[in-house]
């Protein structure tokens, strides 16, 4: 041990083991260097200001204006439609309910009653089942336009982190769009966001005041948020 070489040196024990105190120390500062040298280069970025400035963004929800659009008039034709069968089978059960009229013809309109109350029945489930599909497909559009854009964004984040000796970039957890992460905190320069916005050739620009109407809530800020359902109640049975 060095402190018993120090103890038996002749009459340079002291120097000795300031000596080796010295070296030791210098030691464990390298050995500290080395590990935070070899600790992984890490960096955070924020994806929602990412998406909300990707050019694909603004094309994007164009598109999907446009689609909604074109799904709120199909939804609004059927719906007329759906009104005008309920309304012929009420004209009908009323008739048949004439008291004055003779056994024979109150079963004739009976049974035209039945008739157009089964076709109400069906334009209503054609209804509840094209509303659902349509919003399926408004979804199922927005997902794959949002994984568009990320994947865009997610390729230059990877080159980046190669040419930049990178070695983990992490995702800063997201206001708007629901995004959880586990980064708890990020100091400022681990940011490589405006980085990366030059890499694409995205402008920053100053966000948008939060809205509080329909388009609140979505990744792309297009998707309307759940209105009361207008679905018009079953034909009532005869």
């Known amino acids: 041990m060095v402190l018993s070489r120090c103890s038996l ?18 030691v464990f500062v390298l050995l500290g260097s080395m590990a935070v040298a070899a600790g992984p280069t890490i960096a955070v970025i924020d994806l929602e200001d990412l998406v909300r400035l990707h050019p694909n963004t603004a094309s994007d929800k164009k598109l999907l204006e446009q689609t909604l659009k074109e799904f709120t ?32 013809a109150r ?9 157009k109350r089964g076709e109400a029945v069906a334009a209503e489930r054609e209804y509840s089942e094209t509303v659902r599909s349509l919003q399926r497909q408004l979804t199922d559009q927005e997902v794959r336009m949002l994984k568009r854009t990320t ?7 990877a080159a980046y982190a190669k040419t930049n000796g990178l070695q983990l970039v992490l ?21 490589i ?45 005869k």
């Open 9 to 26: 040196a002749d009459g340079g024990g002291e120097q000795y083991m300031s000596r080796s105190l010295t070296g030791c120390a210098l």
């Open 73 to 104: 008039a199909q939804k609004e034709q059927l719906q007329e439609q759906l009104q005008n069968t309920r309304k012929a089978y009420e004209a009908a059960a009323k008739e048949a309910d004439n008291p004055a009229l003779g056994e024979k």
């Open 107 to 115: 079963q004739k309109l009976s049974e035209e009653a039945s008739r």
């Open 151 to 157: 994947g865009e964004i997610e390729d230059v984040v």
């Open 171 to 191: 995702q800063l957890p997201g206001r708007k769009m629901g995004t959880v992460s586990g980064v708890l905190y990020a100091d400022d320069a681990l940011d």
């Open 193 to 237: 966001t405006p980085a990366i916005m030059r890499q694409m050739g995205i402008k920053p620009q100053p966000e948008e005041p939060a809205q509080e109407d329909d388009e609140a809530g979505s990744p792309t800020g297009t998707r309307p948020a759940a209105q009361k359902s207008d679905k018009p109640a079953a034909p009532a049975g």
